[in-house]
């Protein structure tokens, strides 16, 4: 990584990535649907809550270990699923998941991935999975499914709250498209056409998801992927208990709360206010992940106390990967990491199974998504 100055926060990489990034793919990454009012409440909801800390209790270097999904994870961090890393720095998924593995994170590549399963599976030295968008073209699910149960991915998420790409003002304004040589070659090209087709005005993005993704799909589809695979499945998008419970009597194994960092539902609840009735509703039946707004460790400790197992980074995990590769992924999630351990110390915590809802004050928790 060559910078001029040390980059000690994770908004530190923030500031160099938008730097380095052209203004189009920028805008790509740091934007949301809408006003973006959801963005900005993801963050606002987060900072509203106070920590508790105990003191005196004689607590050493905390431990930060923990399962998921019956695994061992050295850290309750994984990379949230994002497209098309490739735009961001040349040896894309392969970067990011050396670098979430040689933090001890997750990582969950996504469906848009521009490096083979089999790349991504030979450079992961941690927890790998895979995330799906519900394609028309089932065919295509079918063989994903297959190659990454073969290639050792360890769980699949499909993300349900994208029946289409909504409507992101930034992207509409830029009319991004995906540039040519960026290509998720583990699909068909003839399925991913579109999203190389610039058109003044639109998002290639949003035209290429009207065009494949299955609007029609309902829990009862669920079947039919889980007839197709043994490994663990996750559903990623859920806000609603309603949700998560469905989720659980469907046969899921986890739910990803999230409102997909503000890139979809404008005004939709922040997935911090949503996760304490979620995990109180699907307690010990389901893994609970969470993503939005992760930005600093004691940011990790709100969540877990909320509920969450693991806290999925997103938009940080591509800045540190244009900063630096993989070298960036390590360094932003292990600024994360330290930072975790650095709170729990501070708050009196040893292990992450002392980590509950009575480290934040009653009237500090979300009463909803929104600002006060
Ligand atoms: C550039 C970008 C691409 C994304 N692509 C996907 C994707 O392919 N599949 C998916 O489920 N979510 C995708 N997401 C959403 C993330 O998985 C995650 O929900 C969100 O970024 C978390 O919020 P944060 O960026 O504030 O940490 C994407 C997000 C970004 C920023
Ligand atoms: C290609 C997009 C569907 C990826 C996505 O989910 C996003 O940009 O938020």
């Known amino acids: 990584m060559t910078q001029e ?40 909801v987060l900072d509203r809550l106070g920590l508790r800390p105990r003191v005196l209790t004689g607590t050493a270097g ?9 695994r061992p994870l050295r850290v309750p961090l994984g990379v949230a699923p994002m497209a098309h890393h490739r735009l961001f720095h040349p040896e894309g998924e392969v970067a990011t998941a050396q670098g979430a593995g ?38 295509q699910l079918e063989k994903l499914v297959a190659s990454a149960e073969e290639a050792g991915f360890g769980a699949l998420v499909l993300t349900v709250d994208a029946p289409v790409v ?43 998801s009207a065009e494949q993704f299955d609007t029609s799909v309902g829990w009862a589809d669920l079947a039919w992927l889980r007839g197709r695979t043994k490994l663990p499945l996750l559903l990623k998008g859920v806000l609603t208990t309603q949700d998560a419970r469905l989720a659980v009597e469907h046969g899921m194994d986890g739910v990803v709360v999230s ?24 307690r010990g039946r389901c893994a609970v992940l969470v993503d939005g707004a992760f930005r600093h460790g004691s940011d990790v400790l709100k969540a877990l106390a909320l509920g969450a197992d693991t806290v999925l980074i997103g938009r940080p995990a591509l800045w540190g990967l244009t900063c630096g590769g993989s070298t960036g992924v390590a360094a932003v999630l292990g600024l994360l990491r330290d930072e975790l351990a650095e709170a729990m110390l501070l708050c009196g915590l040893p292990g992450l199974d002392l980590v509950d809802r009575t480290l934040l004050h009653p009237h500090d928790r979300p009463p909803d998504g929104r600002p006060a």
């Open 5 to 44: 100055r040390a980059l000690l926060h994770v908004r530190d990489f923030e500031e160099e990535a938008r730097r380095r990034l052209s203004q189009p793919v920028w805008d790509y990454l740091a934007g949301g649907s809408g006003d973006e009012s959801a963005v900005h409440a993801n963050q606002a």
């Open 62 to 70: 905390p431990d930060l270990g923990t399962t998921l999904l019956g």
């Open 102 to 139: 040689s933090a001890g994170a997750l990582f969950i590549a996504s469906i848009f991935a521009n490096r083979t399963l089999q790349e991504m599976a030979g450079a992961a030295s941690g927890p790998l999975w895979l995330q799906l968008y519900w394609l028309r073209r089932r065919d």
């Open 166 to 208: 909504a409507r992101r003002p930034r992207d509409l304004r830029n009319g991004f498209s995906v540039p040519a040589d960026v290509r998720a070659v583990n699909l068909d090209s003839s399925v991913m056409a579109t999203t190389h087709r610039a058109v003044t005005g639109t998002s290639a993005l949003a035209a290429h």
């Open 259 to 282: 409102n997909h960092g503000g890139r979809q539902l404008p005004g939709a609840v922040t997935a911090v206010a949503a996760l304490p009735e979620i995990a109180a509703a699907v």
